[in-house]
Nanobody
Framework: QVQLVESGGGLVQPGGSLRLSCEAS????????LSWHRQAPGKQRELVAN???????NYADGVKGRFTISRDNGKNTVYLQMNSLKPEDTAVYYC???????????????WGEGTLVTVSS
């Protein structure tokens, strides 16, 4: 099994910044793609950004130029630096990891429990 623990959420004013972290632990041989998703009240969960093992990144249109995803493979950790935050960024943010465990034949998807980001004055 693999556990993902997010941290860094909170209340921030519009225009402010937050940095989210998500650390994976457990039965890990290799982590492929890491990603951040978010779910606002009354809306479906959506992809915010993802990053491959080699560092290639992809962003949702609404966060391009404001958010930056990065990873530290030695620490099994993914980060999301969020700048110029807007009220519409308010959501629960979840990390996701594609993990191949020791003795696994294929990668499995794991989710964290989420961290709340509230952007409000």
């Amino acid at each position: 099994q693999v556990q993902l623990v997010e941290s860094g959420g909170g209340l921030v004013q519009p225009g402010g910044s937050l940095r989210l972290s998500c650390e994976a632990s457990g039965n890990i041989f290799n982590i492929n793609t890491l990603s951040w998703h978010r779910q606002a009240p009354g809306k479906q969960r959506e992809l915010v950004a993802n990053i491959t093992h080699t560092g290639s990144t992809n962003y949702a249109d609404g966060v391009k130029g404001r958010f930056t995803i990065s990873r530290d493979n030695g620490k099994n950790t993914v980060y999301l630096q969020m700048n110029s935050l807007k009220p519409e960024d308010t959501a629960v943010y979840y990390c996701n990891a594609e993990v191949t465990g020791w003795a696994d034949y294929y990668a499995k998807n794991y989710w964290g429990e989420g961290t709340l980001v509230t952007v409000s004055s």
